[in-house]
């Protein structure tokens, strides 16, 4: 085995998200979006587009909910 497996993928494509997106986009597309945590997180908030402009931007392919961006 190579090492691969479905958590490192999840892992490596969030840890992808958070650094061209940001901490609250990525929390958004890995579903956390409702799980308590630091007062911080409490403000962070990122909605479907958000979340369909990082998948774009990740697969280089249009997405019918993302919206334009200037990154």
Known sequence: MHGV???WLRHTTLTWV?????????????GHTD???SSTTTYIKA???DVANALSAMTGQPH???RGLSR
Do not use: K, V
């Open 18 to 30: 958070e650094r061209h997106f940001g901490y609250g986009i990525a929390r958004a597309y890995a």
């Open 5 to 7: 497996s479905t958590h």
């Open 47 to 49: 909605d479907l587009h």
């Open 64 to 66: 019918p909910l993302a």
């Open 35 to 37: 799980s308590p945590g």
